[in-house]
């Protein structure tokens, strides 16, 4: 290993070692904010939203076409 390597690993043990719960909550936030981001509405540019809008599009016209406005 190198002397840079060993160093990076004593100075964050240090500092974790001061304050446990930083790195803790760091942890929490980029949890939440990936959470967050997954369940978000990404749109209708979405596979989901694209397929949500074709289908509404295409059941309007079979609608239409069944009270006899489109032939």
């Known amino acids: ?5 060993m160093t990076i690993g004593l100075e964050r ?3 974790a070692m001061q ?9 929490h936030l ?6 967050a981001a997954s369940l978000d509405w990404s749109g209708w540019g979405s596979p989901v939203g694209l397929s949500i809008l074709i289908s509404a ?6 609608c239409l076409h069944w009270a006899g406005f489109v032939h």
């Not at 980029?30 to 959470?35: L, P, Q």
């Open 1 to 5: 290993m190198s002397r840079y390597g």
């Open 13 to 15: 043990k240090d500092i």
């Open 19 to 27: 304050n446990p719960n930083v790195d803790i909550r760091q942890q």
């Open 30 to 35: 980029i949890e939440h904010t990936a959470v």
């Open 57 to 62: 599009v295409g059941f309007f016209l079979v």
